[in-house]
């Protein structure tokens, strides 16, 4: 029975919404509703809407009447009884948890969907006399048949038949057998073979009147079969029937269960893509995958085409719509083709998280390749020996986290053994490829490949031999707008990372064929009305602020304020303040107890706090009473102002009338999803580990959560960047693999399970207090892959969740609109617009490289750069010899220098300035290698050096290419010229004397 609280009910509503509009008869269940719970405005304004727009469209704006708040008492009950009396009884069961099972309900819409495919059929049916049979096995209420036999006097028998087509799949499970009884019983025995896949030598009375199983491979008329409905193409039957609600004649052509089937038809080219989007056939999977054919649907292998021709491309598809597939697929045809050329071929498959280097071996690569090809999988925690090259070297497909490649590429580059390079590949698979960006481990791959491809051409020009380099493949769900804003930098950033992947062009589907998005809903909570633990927090950090004399000017407790108090510690500690650093590390302490308390419980903010403040004691204090450790009068303010405050801090956070609404909230949301659904399995995302470990606890502590069968556990990080202990890969492995098999149905993750790990097709996906980019959106949508999945963010104080998802929507469609403007440009626009990004980023990068040589050697001794003969190798000076004239000359005027060199006159050298003048050039007196040239400056005589002409060495490192002085940027000493000037003329005079 229906709970008779209005949030559970409205929600209950809100689940069931898409079902409902399929389902509701507006106009009956407008007639039934009480007048109180919808005013009369409203009530013409959904009329209209049924009239101009169908059942469906009017049936959403219905619900969303019914559910409006303020509530009128009795609202939820009257509702049902409309729905109940008006004839939509199936409506009336979801509303009473009347569910019927799920085998059931599939097999009720295998049906309904049936009917739209036979319907161009079936609408040649006596229908005054289908009519009359229907009413008396009740099929249609006595409205119905009052509706179809008008329809049928004013437009015919046919529009009939549609109408009363639409009318009976909106029945209880079951009908569809009562159906194929009136069929046969209207001597209409053909339309019945043909639903039920019946031979026509059959005897009729044999058959059980059911539909074939699911599962069911018989081979009756392809229209009947399951294989022509499951199949890509059963669904997409181009003939419709007039089955419209309305009388207007521009309405002929609309589908059965109208939006319903529309709705449908937008998933296609598989009917059973939203369940089940990423298998292959089923036979061929019955099979086993050691003997699976990877057979892809149409618009996979629409969207693979060009790389099966050995064209770079990205491949765009929404999670769940079976990326990963489609690479195998093409794996396989690159390397048999390769094979069938008599040549090698060589894959490696690159990842961005370690689980997906197991996910993508064991479920992906190696089940359909491991008959014909060598498949390994490398990441930091295998247990292989051997050598990454000895591995890529010995297996075909190769499947690693990126910085491992990029390690061994690294390598190579330095001449060193055990090297890879990227012409030892013919194929580079990179997953979530939008990382692809500057400083990422994808980008310095792609770089190395950019570089190689540039110089090519300057080879082929040269008509020298170029470097083979591997064809490139990129996978994700969604490339993402960057920081942009305006469409112009939208379409900027994606054709940056096509250029940075090198791609040809970037596939994907029109947004139309994208598969339906879960219903998404934003839960606002209300503020506390009290919260007296926040507010102890509060005057204690006050205290703190006081003492230390620190001013903030951001609200306790909110992100500005971490930063701000992170940064203050980090001055403090610089400055060698360690009053004001140690109070800014406890404040930052106690600012992440106020968001415990706002997220999850008081008890696990406090928890938190009383923890941290016995392993900070526990460091003052030795076993060893010979020794001791100071603790300064700071420390023990602050340890002394805990523990004045832990007791009444204890009381509160036990005291579960203050707890915050969002925890509210998500119980509710928990409780609701395991109630109304007979397998509920869903992910909670939240923002940072130590409330995805708290709310796992919470929820595992409480028995209501127990008894209606929630087993939940969490999944972390496994980085060591964060105070809470992470999660070893053993560790996570283990939760994926139990949440896959069913042992938990309720995953509280951070981020680390948003992107890419295949979870499988969960129910519900909530987002507490949880919000980034429209990048992550798209991904956290993408886990509720199930059947009218939901999508659910749960705000929490100061985390902004209802403004930043609308900013994602935003981005998240102009994101589509630039993909589409994309792939709308001229081959010729696209190719010139990515080469134009390629040498841009080529040239970025040697600027990059170049700054970070300079700033090596910023800090660089001058003693430790040595300078030696390009001609002979001699050791010439050191960077101490070396001064520095106008910012501009480098000069070396030591006697030792002096004795090293010869000098040679040069009349096409001379050069007069104010201050200085250049006549004849230096030269090395061992080999005549030219050094640089000799200047008069202010009548001191300067040899004046030029890099280009010397091997440089620093700190015992060779530079391979140094021809400017700006490319080594050690600080030199600048030239003293009166110390300089008084040498020369004391040398002068003593020259004079003799």
């Known amino acids: 029975m229906a709970s008779d609280n209005d949030e559970v009910n409205v929600c209950l ?129 006595e409205e119905d048949a009052e509706i179809i036999e008008s329809k049928t006097a004013q437009q015919g028998l046919k529009s009939g038949a549609g109408e009363l087509l639409r009318r009976i799949v909106r029945g209880r499970p079951g009908w569809f057998s009562d159906f194929l009884t009136v ?142 597939r489609v690479a195998v697929y093409i794996t396989k045809k690159h390397l048999d083709d390769r094979r069938a050329g008599g040549q090698s071929g060589k894959v490696v498959v690159l990842v961005n998280k370690i689980p997906l280097v197991e996910q993508h071996y064991s479920a992906e690569f190696l089940p359909f390749l491991k008959d014909t090809y060598k498949v390994e999988r490398v990441s930091g925690d295998s247990q292989l020996k051997i050598s990454f090259t000895e591995i890529v070297k010995k297996n075909d497909v190769i499947i690693c986290t990126a910085q491992i490649l ?79 804003t305006k469409m112009e930098k939208a379409e900027e950033h994606i054709l940056r990372i096509c250029a940075n992947l090198d791609a040809s062009r970037i596939m994907t589907r029109s947004l139309g064929e994208f598969k339906k998005e879960p219903r998404k809903k934003v839960v606002t909570v209300e503020d506390r009305k009290e919260d007296p633990f926040g507010d102890v927090l509060k005057k204690i950090m006050n205290a703190i602020h006081a003492h230390a004399q620190l001013n903030p000017t951001c609200d306790l407790g909110s992100q500005n304020y971490e930063q701000w108090v992170v940064q203050r510690e980090r001055e403090a500690a610089a400055e060698e303040d360690q009053k004001v650093r140690v109070c800014a590390e406890h404040l930052r302490q106690y600012n992440e107890g ?59 956070a036990d005291n579960p009338e203050y707890e915050n609404d969002s925890l509210s909230k998500l119980r509710m949301k928990i409780l609701q999803e395991f109630s109304t659904r007979e397998a509920a399995r869903g992910i909670i995302f939240t923002k940072t580990r130590r409330s995805a470990i708290a709310l796992s606890q919470w929820i595992q502590e409480n028995p209501k959560f127990a008894d209606i069968g929630v087993k939940a556990s969490h999944v972390i990080g496994g980085g060591d960047q964060s105070v809470v202990k992470p999660m070893t890969s053993a560790e996570q492995k283990d939760v994926l693999t139990k949440f896959r098999k069913g042992e938990i149905n ?60 609308c900013v994602n929507e935003y981005r998240m469609a102009m994101m589509h609109k630039a993909i589409d403007k994309i792939r709308a440009l001229d081959q010729v626009d696209y190719d010139r617009r990515i080469a134009e990004f390629q040498i841009q980023a080529i040239m970025e990068e040697k600027v990059r490289m170049t700054r970070k040589k300079q700033k090596d050697m910023k800090n660089q001794d001058p003693s430790e750069v040595k300078f030696s003969c390009r001609g002979c190798n001699k ?104 110390e300089h000037a008084y040498k020369v003329a004391e040398s002068s005079d003593d020259d004079d004397e003799s």
């Open 13 to 141: 509503i809100e689940d069931f919404r898409p079902k409902l509009c399929k389902l509701i008869v507006v106009n009956r269940v407008l007639d039934r509703l009480d007048p109180h719970i919808i005013e009369l405005e409203q009530r013409e304004r959904i009329r209209q809407k049924c009239t101009n727009d169908g059942d469906v469209a009017a049936a959403d704006l219905l619900i969303t009447a019914v559910t409006k708040k303020p509530h009128t008492p009795g609202w939820f009950r009257a509702f049902v009884d409309a729905l109940e009396n008006g004839g939509c009884g199936y409506a009336a069961d979801y509303m009473q948890n009347k569910i019927p099972d799920p085998e059931v309900e599939a097999e009720n819409d295998y049906c309904v969907k049936l009917i739209y495919i036979m319907s161009p059929t079936l609408v040649d049916m006596n229908t005054k006399e289908v009519r009359v049979h229907c009413l008396s096995q009740k099929l249609i209420t």
């Open 183 to 324: 069929l046969r019983e209207t001597g209409h025995g053909n339309l019945c073979r043909e639903l039920t896949g019946t031979p026509p030598d059959c005897d009729e009375q044999g058959s059980d009147g059911k539909l074939p199983s699911l599962k069911d491979e018989s081979t009756g008329s392809e229209a009947a079969t399951g294989e022509s409905l499951a199949s890509d193409g059963g669904c997409d039957s181009p003939q419709f029937v007039d089955v419209s609600t309305t009388e207007n004649p521009q309405d002929e052509g609309k589908d059965l269960y109208e939006g319903a089937d529309t709705e449908s038809r937008e998933q296609q080219p598989s009917c059973s893509e939203a369940s089940q989007p990423d298998v292959t056939d089923s036979r061929a999977a019955a099979r086993g995958p050691e003997k699976a054919d990877i057979v892809l649907r149409d618009y996979q292998m629409n969207v693979a085409k060009p790389a099966l021709e050995g064209k770079n491309i990205i491949i765009c598809l929404p999670t769940g719509s079976g990326k990963t």
């Open 406 to 484: 990029e390690n061994y590429l690294e390598r190579s580059n330095h001449e060193e053994d055990e090297g890879v390079n990227l012409s030892d590949l013919t194929l580079i698979v990179i997953d979530e490829c939008h990382h692809t960006q500057k400083g990422g481990v994808y980008n310095h791959i792609m770089m190395r490949y950019l570089k190689q491809k540039h110089k090519n051409r300057r080879l082929k020009k040269e008509q020298k031999k170029t470097v083979p380099l591997p064809q490139i493949l990129g996978l994700t769900a969604s490339p993402g707008v960057g920081l942009a």
């Open 594 to 652: 106020l968001n415990l308390s706002n997220t999850i419980r008081m008890h696990d903010s406090f928890n938190f706090l009383n923890k941290y403040h016995e392993e900070e004691i526990k460091k003052k204090t030795t076993p060893d009473e010979e020794q001791t450790i100071q603790i300064t009068d700071t420390e023990r303010f602050l340890f002394g102002l805990f523990k004045e405050n832990k007791e009444e801090l204890q009381m509160l």
């Open 746 to 805: 309720l995953l509280i993750a951070t981020t680390v399970a948003e992107e890419g790990l295949d979870i499988p097709a969960c129910n519900f996906v909530v987002r507490y207090g949880l919000v980034t980019n429209e990048i992550a959106m798209i991904q956290a949508q993408g886990r509720g892959r199930a059947e009218d999945s939901s999508y659910t963010l749960v705000e929490v104080k100061n985390s902004g969740v209802a403004e930043k998802e």
């Open 875 to 978: 050791d010439v000076c050191t960077g101490e010899a070396i001064e520095i004239i106008e910012n501009m000359h480098r000069v070396n005027v030591t006697s030792q220098f002096e004795d090293l060199f010869i000098r040679r006159e040069n009349t096409t050298l001379q050069e007069r300035r104010l201050d200085y003048e250049t006549n004849g050039f230096i030269a090395c007196k061992q080999c005549g290698q030219r050094w640089g040239s000799m200047m008069w400056y202010r009548g001191i005589e300067c040899p004046c050096l030029h890099v280009k002409n010397f091997v440089v060495t620093c700190s015992g490192k060779k530079m391979s290419k140094c021809t400017k002085w700006n490319e080594l940027s050690v600080q030199f000493s600048e030239f003293n010229y009166i």
